[in-house]
């Protein structure tokens, strides 16, 4: 019986793409003030009924946020667990407005690059519908 094992994670190739943005996402990560202002403006925050994970200031903390902080490092179950972020929880519609000029979709677009990198992509035909909460 043949096991299929998983690519490592190429680090590299992931710092490359945070070092092509390294200023951007500084600035985001260091002027995001926790203010939650940004929140009403995602219809998916609010279709989920205020689910802090669909924060926009959350997605984008705990995706490139994640990958900045520990530099790429990341394992493949974290950067799945970054895929769900910026797949399921965004839809790129850049309709997040923060009083501070921070752009939100345009983060999230670069962690889904940083994803994509790694052939961690969203199988669409994969969903399954959850119930409403
Ligand atoms: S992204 Fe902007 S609006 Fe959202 S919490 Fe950070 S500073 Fe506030
Ligand atoms: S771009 Fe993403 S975070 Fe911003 S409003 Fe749209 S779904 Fe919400």
Redesign the pocket.
């Known amino acids: 019986m043949t096991t299929q094992t998983e690519p490592e994670v190429d680090t590299q190739e992931i710092l490359k793409i945070l070092d092509s943005r390294k200023k951007e996402i500084s600035v985001t990560l260091k002027s995001c003030a926790h203010c939650s202002l ?1 929140a009403d ?5 609010r279709c989920r009924k205020n689910d802090p994970e ?1 924060m ?1 200031s959350h ?1 984008v903390i705990n995706s490139i946020g994640t990958l900045s902080r520990k530099k790429g490092k990341v394992t493949r179950d974290e950067l799945e667990d970054i895929k769900e972020i910026v797949w399921k ?8 407005y923060c009083p501070l000029g921070i752009d ?2 345009s983060m ?1 677009a670069l962690a889904r690059k940083i994803c994509r990198s790694q052939g961690v992509v969203y199988q669409y035909d994969e969903e399954k519908r959850e119930p409403q909460k």
Do not use: A, G
């Open positions: 940004c403006s995602c219809f998916l925050y669909y926009p997605k929880r965004c839809v790129l519609c850049t309709r997040c939100i979709p999230i």
